[in-house]
């Protein structure tokens, strides 16, 4: 082969090669569902994982999408349970259940937080994620018919 001919095409090559190493596209934001389907009184490590992985996602910069399912939309609901409603209770069981001091330092440390902005409760927690950094929630309507729960009840 001729040395000039060798030569362009070992040029057309590095050409290429060069083209297609600096046309390399940035990664964008990934959408991340979340699928909450446990209620706190079957498997509390289960649902209060999520609010973790939601702002560890958050904080990476993805959106972040939660479905609460199954029998997690009994955790949502205000009141559920017979002995709520007899009592009237305006709670979630997420509201009533405390957020371990020792998660919130851990919480504090990773995220960059001060102490006193960390939630204390579940339910603090979710409304911080929904109200502060945006997190979508959403309810599987078709659960809450099986559950005998109001729609306007879920919090």
Known sequence: MNPRM????IGMFMALILSVGLAVIPASAASILIHMKTSLA?????????PNV????VKADHQVTILVDASAVTSVTKGFGWFRKMTGSETTALDRASLPERERQSLSEQMGVPLDQIPHTYGEYFDFLKNKLGV???GNQTMMLLYKIDPARVA
Do not use: G, H, S
Request: hydrophobic share 65%.
């Open 136 to 138: 979508e929630i959403y």
């Open 42 to 50: 079957e498997d509390d490590a289960q649902i209060c994982a999520v």
């Open 54 to 57: 939601a702002w560890a996602a």
């Open 6 to 9: 060798m030569f362009l095409i």
